[in-house]
């Protein structure tokens, strides 16, 4: 059978056990608000970065597609500005291929 000889104790002593219990109590509700708040600031934090990285990744593929883009423009205004043979529209696509190709290995 428990004993609670506990409560048989003088009032100081359950003084002590209330005011610790208490304190205890708002210990642990201190914590448990700090320990959500910075939960949330570090998840605003890493969804903040994450956004950024994003945008930083696709502002370079951008870049860099944007710079291949100009090549066949390139070519596109040379084609249509000049009265070209069959031939040499046939040699120059033949070089622009060529040339890409090689962009696309060594890039």
């Known amino acids: 059978m428990l004993r609670f000889d506990y409560l048989k104790k003088g009032l100081a002593f359950k003084f002590i056990v209330y ?16 320990y959500a708040i910075a939960e949330k600031i570090v998840e605003k934090s890493l969804r903040t970065n994450a956004e950024n990285l994003t945008k930083k990744g696709v502002a370079q593929i951008e870049k860099i597609l944007t710079s291949i883009q100009k090549i066949p423009d390139n070519y596109s205004k040379i084609i249509e500005s000049t009265d070209l043979s069959k031939e040499i529209i ?9 040339n890409l190709h090689k962009l696309r290995v060594s890039g």
Not at 19 to 34: E, G, N
Request: hydrophobic share 75%.
């Open 90 to 98: 046939s040699f120059s696509a033949k070089i622009f291929i060529i």
């Open 19 to 34: 005011i610790f219990a208490s304190v205890a109590l708002i210990f642990a509700l201190v914590f448990l608000y700090s």
